[in-house]
């Protein structure tokens, strides 16, 4: 009997997930908006890049006698500093329409990555990036603002959606002003 109702919540369940969209039930909130709270986390390697990579032994890498090596500060690293293959997150072919000098900044901040990359030193990313890092982040939704707690190096984000003015300080994490659309 088990096995049989196990069985059954299972085809339940993706007979479910099978479903367009906007047939499933949304949460929302009293106002109408969708409800967003809750524990959240990325499952692919946007972190590394956007675009579709292949997997390799560093994001930094140097001239070996045969091909590429990992440059010598990331050998230190070990396998942190290595880069997991991802299919990419960009929608419509994968890539993004850099201009010819955007790709070559690319670049060349992929050549120089232990030295301008903030969370090789343990500082925030920032915003969108904070939000694709593999781990854990939590969204605490109200009528007047959405609260975004990361995991990593204990960032914040609270994104006002009534507007209070100007930023009295500067926060690492911007200050967020947003509106519903839609």
Not at 6 to 34: C, I, T
Not at 66 to 78: A, D, Q, Y
Not at 166 to 178: E, K, L, T
Request: charged letters at 20%; glycine letters at 10%; hydrophobic letters at 40%.
């Amino acid at each position: 009997m088990r096995v049989s109702v196990g069985v059954l919540a299972l085809v339940l369940g993706l007979g479910v997930a099978a479903q367009p969209a906007a047939a499933q039930d949304v949460p929302r909130l009293s106002d109408g908006r969708p409800d967003m709270n809750g524990i959240w986390q990325v499952l692919n390697e946007a972190n590394y890049d956007l675009e579709p990579h292949m997997a390799r032994h560093s994001l930094q890498v140097r001239e070996g006698p045969v091909g590429p090596v990992p440059s010598i500060p990331t050998l230190r690293m070990g396998a942190v500093g290595a880069v997991p293959g991802s299919l990419g997150v960009i929608v419509g072919g994968g890539k993004i329409p850099y201009t010819p000098e955007a790709r070559a900044l690319k670049e060349e901040n992929v050549a120089n990555w232990i030295d301008r990359d903030p969370e090789v030193k343990c500082y925030m990313p920032g915003v969108p990036r904070a939000t694709y890092i593999p781990m854990p982040f939590q969204i605490i939704q109200s009528e007047t603002d959405v609260f975004i707690a990361y995991q990593f190096a204990g960032a914040v984000r609270d994104i006002y959606l009534d507007n209070p003015g100007p930023s009295q300080v500067d926060s690492w994490m911007g200050w967020s002003v947003g509106h519903w659309e839609g």
